[in-house]
Every structure is written in structure tokens, then in C-alpha cells.
């Protein structure tokens, strides 16, 4: 059976590279989303993806923590010329796919990646679009669609190229998880530690142990319990176990400087509760991983966790 692809834009935070490429392979797995990576370069902030439609796109960015946006893609190339060129063949050849966003509220966002340009000069670069038969108002706060007008400029601050390596556009499709990484920052946080793990980091491993819903979770070396947050997020039901007696009974140090002593409620339950994930909170427990404690036959979905598992654990 064939497949009919469809091209889009994704656009990356440039943060946590390493966790990059592990991450979107570990959502389309989750998914079961067909793909094709068309980008050679994946340390580019903005690859071209293929999908079978727009219902993966959104599934994707539904997951996503690395992902800024994802864009339905309307043109791609290396010179400006050949770019409109394209944009206009699209225009053309899309009559009937065009129609209702035509006259919809909307804005064009420009992005000049790795070349700061005035407001003017985005304003210019918008100009150079105005064979795009969008009638309807411009709306900068609450559009209907969005449009992103992009020039790469490579990765190199000190080796900008006079002319940019891509131009690419595209209609906003789905944004990533992004504001996620903001409501679970460690900041906020109700029973943190020293060792807590950062709130991208424990999304991102969440992500990669393919973690959905209704999934039993187990972080064996759990202290405060960041993992398990993200896990619940997701929608895991989640376990903990650790060694340290006065870590999960809250009564360690606080680790804050503005604090002299722990509140009676610091614990990895009232974490859960903070974001809304209290149901999902299953139980931790003291225990030392050395000395395996499982009945025969038990079954994790998955187990994550940030301690080394080696022969000093
Ligand atoms: C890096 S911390 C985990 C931090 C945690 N992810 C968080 O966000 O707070 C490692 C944890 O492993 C626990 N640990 C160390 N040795 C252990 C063992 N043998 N069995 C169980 N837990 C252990 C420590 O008490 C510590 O809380």
C-alpha cells in the first residue's frame, strides 16, 4: 500500500541536541506514526518531515517538549527566487485547499534564524509575499491562521552568510510542549532536593520511555520525584522507591536558601497534586534497589530514573 506524504516544518528549540533525535524517534514509535526525514543536517533547527497527514502532525506535537512548531510547508528553497517561484506554483496548483483559509483573521510571523533584522525589515520580507491571496484582517493577538515566513542563517554566529542557506514557509499547525517545561519548572515546585531533576530533562526521558496513558511508571531511585511528575503528565500511573528514609519523609534538608525548614506537606504525593496529577500518584516506598523486593511476574510498563544503576547501587 502506498502513502500519500505531506510535508512539514518542524522547528526546534536549539537546546538539549543530544536529546534531539531520541526524542522524535521515541514519539513516532509511540504513535505508530509513519514518516520520512528529508533533512541531511538534523543539527538545523528546522527539519522537513514528511507524515501521512495532519492528525500525525498534531499527535506529534502533541508530545513534543524539543519542538517549538510544527508548519504545514508551503515552500522550501535555497534562493529567494526559486522560493516565491515555488510559493506561487503551491498557490496555484492548491486552489480548492487554499479556499478557507483565504479569508480567515491571520498574521505571518518572520523568523530570521541566527541574524537579528529590524521590525521594518520583517516588515519588508512580509511585502515580498503579497501575491498570497489572504483577504482577511490582519489579527497579531487571536488570528485564525498563522503563517511563518523563515530564513536560515546557519548555526554559526560568527560566519553569517550574506544570503540565507533556506527560506522556508508554512500554516501553523500544532505548537510543541513547550509551555509544559514552564508549568513543572523546579522553581515552582512544591518538595524539591538537591539532586531534583530539571523539569525538561524529566519530560524528555518521559518521552523516551514511551510513556502513555494508564501505563504503570517506576522510578526505583525516585528522591523527589521529577520523573514521576512527567510520567503522570503523560499519563502514567506512577511508583517510587529510595533509599533515603528522610528524603521521602520530607524531613532533608530543604534545599531552597530562603528556607530554614520543610513544610509538614513536602512530598513527592504533593507534587503530583501541584499539577493536577494526584490520581495518578500510586505510592513510594523506602528500599534499597540492591535488594530486589518484587514478586515474581510483576510488570512496569516502564521503569525511568536518573541514578546509574551499577554495582554500587
Ligand atoms: C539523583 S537522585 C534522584 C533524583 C530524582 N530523580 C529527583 O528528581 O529528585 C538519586 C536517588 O537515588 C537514591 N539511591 C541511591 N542509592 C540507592 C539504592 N541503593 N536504592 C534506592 N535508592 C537509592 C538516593 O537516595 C537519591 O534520592
Redesign the pocket.
Known amino acids: 500500500m502506498t502513502n500519500s506524504w505531506k510535508k512539514y516544518i518542524l522547528w526546534f528549540a536549539q537546546e538539549h541536541l543530544d536529546f534531539r533525535v531520541a526524542e522524535f524517534n521515541s514519539i513516532v514509535k509511540l504513535f505508530g506514526l509513519k514518516h520520512r526525514k528529508l533533512n541531511k543536517n538534523l543539527l538545523k533547527p528546522f527539519w522537513i518531515v514528511e507524515f501521512v497527514n495532519d492528525e500525525a502532525a498534531h499527535q506529534f506535537a502533541s508530545r513534543s517538549v524539543t519542538l517549538r512548531c510544527i508548519y504545514e510547508l508551503w515552500s522550501h528553497s535555497d534562493t529567494y527566487k526559486n522560493f516565491h517561484e515555488k510559493l506561487r506554483s503551491h498557490i496555484g496548483t492548491s486552489g480548492n485547499v487554499l479556499e478557507p483559509f483565504t479569508k480567515c483573521s491571520f498574521k505571518i510571523v518572520v523568523e530570521t534564524y541566527n541574524k537579528h533584522i529590524s521590525q521594518k525589515e520583517k516588515v519588508e520580507k512580509i511585502e515580498t509575499l503579497d501575491y498570497l491571496p489572504f483577504q482577511g484582517e490582519v489579527d497579531l493577538k487571536t488570528p485564525e491562521e498563522e503563517w511563518c515566513y523563515i530564513e536560515f542563517y546557519g548555526l554559526d554566529p560568527m560566519a553569517v552568510p550574506k544570503e540565507p542557506e533556506d527560506i522556508l514557509f508554512g500554516r501553523l499547525i500544532a505548537k510543541g510542549q513547550r509551555e509544559l517545561i514552564k508549568e513543572l519548572s523546579l522553581k515552582k515546585r512544591k518538595f524539591?532536593?538537591n539532586?531534583?531533576?530539571d523539569a525538561q530533562l524529566?519530560l524528555l526521558m518521559a518521552n523516551q520511555a514511551l510513556v502513555k496513558k494508564f501505563d504503570l511508571v517506576l522510578?526505583?531511585?525516585?528522591?523527589?520525584?521529577?520523573?514521576l511528575v512527567s510520567a503522570a503528565k503523560f499519563g502514567g500511573y506512577v511508583f517510587g522507591?529510595?533509599?533515603?528514609f528522610m528524603?521521602l519523609h520530607g524531613r532533608s534538608r530543604p534545599s531552597r536558601i530562603t528556607q530554614k525548614t520543610r513544610e509538614k506537606d513536602e512530598r513527592v504525593r504533593s507534587n503530583l497534586e501541584q499539577y493536577g496529577c494526584g490520581a495518578r500518584y500510586m505510592d513510594v516506598i523506602i528500599?534499597?534497589?540492591?535488594q530486589p523486593l518484587w514478586r515474581d511476574g510483576l510488570k512496569f510498563d516502564s521503569i525511568i530514573?536518573?541514578?546509574k544503576i551499577d554495582g554500587n547501587?
Open positions: 524539591i532536593g539532586t531534583s531533576m524529566s522510578d526505583p531511585f525516585v528522591g523527589t520525584g521529577s520523573l522507591s529510595d533509599i533515603d528524603m528500599s534499597d534497589f540492591s530514573t536518573d541514578r547501587s
